[in-house]
């Protein structure tokens, strides 16, 4: 190990503070309003990509976007053709996001890339780090394409989902410059392929709890989503006997209890409705459809399973009991992963190098490695998080952290060459 | 009373035909589509007309169109200034409305005026039926101009109200061939006005559901409107605990059905939350916010304060009890107008001669009398609509109840004269 010659390119302190300054400076390419809102294939997406570009030449790659709107910086080795070791995680945010999810997972392996650059450390493999174009899955109701592009699971009518204007994701993807034609083409080659790693804000309150400033993450959650399309009929307000209505929003304000209630009573089980739009949504009118969406996620797919059947007979029950009619469609679905033991063990052999406690723990949240496992073993870092706080514009992380999180990768990386 | 007499006139059915007939003839009147789109001040206003002068001038009236765009037509009575009494309803549409909301009230009161001079019966008062330019507010964002010019209630700022091309209603008028700044010279006198009646279909489904061909009307509906606005906490979905969540959507939705459980169990209230909105409405984030509309009717000013106070306890008490921020604002409010007694008791009388059932019920839309009521007494009669449909392509009644109501007001016109 080299610790010591790194600490000499940038003293103690200067790694996380950097850190925390190339993720300030991201977080401006943002739609006005709160917080960090950049969507896939967005002014905000394409203004941010010189920056990331920038970053990715400090640490000798080299950038390109990608048919799929990735931004790929990949090093010589990577370029030809040797055996590499892919890091990365998304550009793009929520609706009022904060400024770590997902960026820092960009930007600390790139910091990390760079600080070993400076030393003067040559990795004996290829590396490429991955700006995936969209985990959010917020603009269209499809997710993980980046990742899922370079696993070589993309599939055609994934590039015909609509977002609210109508727009495809294929033409999204052209618009934006790329050519989702040659998405297959951009598959890795898993033979060629070390592994997958992410680093990514916990997003929830454990590391807190411990007072550890990273963790090593076991498995990803699975994840299912659901569109409800609930519709009753549009009366006058006035005229309609309130015995007489057939109330769509009355209905779904029923069904989101009943979801509730499912939720809040059964363990290693989590979800939400997250959007709800009402129908014609006028103050005057009886809301005559209201559409929603219904996620589910638990680590075990038979309890996400039984959740599954609980929501479904609930909406159905309700649905009956008002004469509406009900429509649900399953938008998506992922099977919970489980992270490459060796990678476990590896980050754990680099925290006792950085000297960082690394405990294990669960991700609640679904990430791009849900993707990439299809293609390689994966591995996720977790870097504790302010208040367990994640999804909104007071998303926060320490310098400190982001430091001993950039030194855990950096040993990461050096071990990953040895013998 | 003089029934048989009509009866000779206009056979038995055939006054519901021509009533039937006219209107269908007045709905041609209509910008192309589905139903009827007639607005105000429009090319199918100016259009349609010479066919009501024409029914006018049937009626033994002389129509004239007047400084606010109303066509007024006038017995020779009213013309000399003596007591009158005023009929009438709208020529005005919504966009693809019905046939009957609107026109109804100016065909019907002037065919039962045609079938008494046929009849030979002079009315010792004077009359007047008035074909109002703007009931519906469609095309600007202000509405009862021609019963408020007429009670003399128009103010300056209405007149400057712009449509969506930037036409103020004042410049509307000019065009039309009006002349707005005589408005306040067309206010009629109190002491010289009996009375104002308005014929009009229901929009609501209690005469079907009584199988009343009409129904006397006892009040137009207060009405009071609120914007709620809930806030919790944004939070990953994946990551956030169930037990820490504020999930401002789960607390809406309990409210939701508060308020309806409060509009259900308390009679002559009737009310909706017809616009919701979730933010930020993304598929994997708890919603922060939510803001909806509450909207209350009732005739009667006590049972709707009653009502708002356990809307706004039950708000209250859900937003406590989930540690959400509540606000609650007031953004439209207009009293309930009651119709007169006396032409209540004078429609039922009417009823009975013309042997219909006349059960009293209350509107819950707002029409022209709301103005009218600051001018005299007012009264409406309403007419039962199919499937209680309105506003709407497929708004209808038939033939025999618009006989039916063409008879109630032909046997309430003579009854007024009467000591």
Redesign the interface.
């Known amino acids: 190990m080299t610790n010591t010659a790194v600490y000499t390119a940038f003293s103690q302190g200067a790694l996380g503070q950097v850190l925390i300054d190339r993720l300030d400076e991201a977080a401006q390419f943002s739609e006005p309003g709160s917080g960090v809102t950049r969507l896939f294939c967005s002014q905000e997406h394409r203004d941010v990509l010189p920056l990331i570009s920038h970053w990715m030449e400090q640490a000798g790659l080299t950038p390109q976007l990608d048919a799929a709107g990735n931004l790929v910086g990949r090093c010589s080795k990577a370029q030809a053709g040797e055996k590499t070791f892919i890091m990365g995680s998304h550009q793009d945010s929520?609706?009022?996001?904060g400024k770590y999810?997902g960026m820092l997972g960009v930007a600390l392996p790139l910091l990390a890339l760079e600080a070993l650059k400076r030393e003067g450390i040559t990795l004996p493999y290829g590396v490429e780090v991955v700006a995936f174009g969209d985990e959010?899955?917020?603009r269209f109701?499809t997710t993980l394409v980046g990742s899922k592009a370079l696993a070589g699971s993309v599939t055609p009518d994934q590039l015909e989902a609509k977002d609210a204007e109508g727009t495809t994701l294929q033409e999204a993807l052209i618009a934006f410059g790329c050519t989702p034609k040659d998405i297959p083409h951009i598959a890795r080659d898993p033979a060629k392929t070390l592994g997958f790693l992410e680093v990514h804000i916990?997003?929830?309150?454990i590391l807190e709890q411990r007072n550890h400033a990273v963790g090593i993450v076991t498995a990803l959650?699975g994840?299912e989503?659901h569109r409800v399309k609930l519709s009753g009929k549009a009366?006058?307000?006035?005229?309609?006997?309130?015995?007489?209505r057939y109330?769509a929003?009355?209905g779904?304000?029923?069904m989101?209890?009943a979801i509730?209630s499912v939720?809040?009573s059964t363990d290693n089980l989590?979800?939400?409705?997250?959007?709800?739009?009402?129908h014609p949504?006028?103050?005057?009118?009886?809301?005559a459809q209201v559409t929603f969406?219904v996620?589910l996620?638990s680590p075990d797919a038979n309890i996400r399973q039984r959740g599954r059947e609980a929501v479904t007979a609930a909406l159905q029950e309700v649905a009956t009991r008002r004469s509406l009619a009900l429509d649900m469609e399953n938008t998506y679905s992922a099977d919970a992963v489980t992270c490459a033991d060796w990678m476990m063990a590896s980050l754990e052999q680099a925290c006792a190098h950085a000297d960082q406690p690394a405990e294990r723990l669960f991700?609640?949240?679904?990430h791009d490695g849900l993707a990439m496992q299809a293609l390689t073993d994966i591995g996720m870092l977790f870097v504790r998080c302010k208040d367990?706080?994640?999804?909104?514009p007071d998303e926060a992380i320490s310098a400190a952290d982001g430091e001993a999180a950039t030194r855990v990768i950096m040993a990461f990386l050096q071990q990953l060459g040895r013998p």
Request: charged share 20%; aromatic share 0%; no cysteine.
């Open positions: 929520v609706i009022e996001g999810d959010e899955g917020v109701p916990e997003q929830g309150p959650t994840i989503r009366g006058h307000a006035g005229t309609t006997p309130m015995d007489m109330d929003l009355v779904a304000a029923e989101v209890l509730d939720l809040q989590v979800g939400v409705v997250g959007k709800l739009n009402v949504n006028a103050v005057n009118v009886i809301p969406t996620e996620r991700s609640g949240a679904g367990g706080l994640s999804h909104h």
